[in-house]
């Protein structure tokens, strides 16, 4: 699913910035991702926020797991923004200025897979 956004947005005219592990850095680039970020550095947030100089504010959480949100929420500029969350995952007590927006397309099938 996160490769399909990418190329989505990237042939919309949307900068991409992704996360992944480093050996996929290529393909994803490859795919339309501007920059890819190690999702398991510790400051991978913090890495995306320097980057796009605190102006980075939407995202696709296609993770949904883990730290995967709180990654996010640290990425966002001071001016908030909205993340689209495939998976259900609490945000209670991050951040107050993001918008979290849910889809469901983890249930095409039927089922949860």
């Known amino acids: 699913m996160g490769q399909l956004a ?3 947005a990237a042939s919309a005219g949307h900068e991409v910035i992704t996360t992944a592990s480093s050996r996929h850095s290529q393909h994803l680039h490859d795919l339309g991702a501007s920059a890819v970020f190690d999702y ?9 926020k320097k980057h796009t100089n605190g102006t ?11 730290d995967s949100i ?3 929420f640290d990425a966002i500029g001071p001016q908030g923004g909205i993340v689209s969350l ?4 609490k945000t209670e007590g ?5 918008r979290v927006t ?12």
């Open 94 to 98: 991050l951040r107050q200025d993001v």
């Open 70 to 72: 709180k990654k996010i």
């Open 86 to 89: 495939v998976m259900p995952v």
């Open 56 to 66: 980075f504010d939407s995202a696709i959480d296609c993770f949904s797991d883990g």
């Open 102 to 113: 849910r889809s469901v397309f983890y249930t095409t099938f039927g089922k949860v897979s």
């Open 6 to 8: 990418i190329q989505i």
């Open 40 to 48: 398991s550095d510790l400051d991978v947030g913090e890495q995306i």
